[in-house]
């Protein structure tokens, strides 16, 4: 009868630890899934035609171009300054670096382009997502 007691115990301990194993190798094995969250919800009205959007707070623009739309992080890829736009393109006030309209660098210390975030359009607006 002893044996049976000391085999219920292994038995228990044994369901215990490989439930315990299955859930540590599920939660660590299994990618993760980054869901983009909304960063801005702008009305189409509001973004004119051939111009830009700042947004100097959360540190981004949502140019437009013809029917392209889209948004660019304000974040120089130099040091980090927040970089001005201005009609001709965009200026870092730091150290001088240049960037077209569409964030690519054309002068300078920085030698990164502009991150791009996704824009969804939607039937009133545009949405900028992280």
Not at 26 to 49: I, N, W
Not at 52 to 80: F, I, S
Not at 107 to 125: H, T, W
């Amino acid at each position: 009868m002893a044996d049976t007691h000391q085999s219920r115990r292994n038995f228990i301990g044994t369901l215990i630890s490989l439930a315990a194993g299955g859930w540590l190798l599920g939660k660590f094995l299994t990618p993760k899934v980054r869901r983009k969250k909304t960063l801005l919800t702008v009305a189409k009205s509001e973004l004119p035609l051939e111009g830009a959007l700042v947004y100097r707070e959360a540190r981004v623009a949502l140019l437009r171009q013809g029917e392209d739309v889209y948004a660019l992080n304000l974040v120089c890829t130099h040091l980090g300054c927040t970089v001005n736009v201005t009609a001709t393109g965009l200026v870092c006030p730091c150290h001088g670096s240049r960037f077209d309209r569409h964030g690519n660098v054309l002068e300078g210390p920085a030698d990164r382009p502009l991150e791009r975030y996704e824009v969804e359009a939607g039937g009133e607006g545009y949405r900028v997502l992280v």
